[in-house]
């Protein structure tokens, strides 16, 4: 499964990729105008968040391999980018 965070505008912020591996990447352009547009957070905790999200594969390897705190890579997507969409008000869709 693809999970995605999206801005109102449709915009994909980051696309992570769910199967037996995991993979994320960000929309630098749409990260970028969204970064500019934060006026009442603080910028560097959405960098991070997203930076995150971005190494999302290392979580899973290197942490929830030892942790066993999900059971798939979809799971895993799913609950931080559900997270990440409420705290930074961004659209989570899957494909």
Do not use: G
């Amino acid at each position: 499964m693809i999970h995605f965070l999206r801005d109102k505008q449709n915009n994909t912020i980051i696309e992570i990729s769910a199967y037996e591996d995991v993979r994320a990447s960000v929309d630098l352009e749409a990260f970028s105008e969204r970064l500019l547009a934060i006026t009442t957070e603080d910028p560097a905790e959405f960098v991070a968040d997203m930076e995150f999200l971005n190494n999302i594969r290392a979580f899973w390897f290197e942490v929830n391999y030892y942790e066993k705190r999900f059971k798939t890579t979809n799971e895993m997507a799913k609950h931080f980018c559900k997270e990440a969409a409420r705290k930074w008000n961004l659209y989570y869709v899957t494909d």
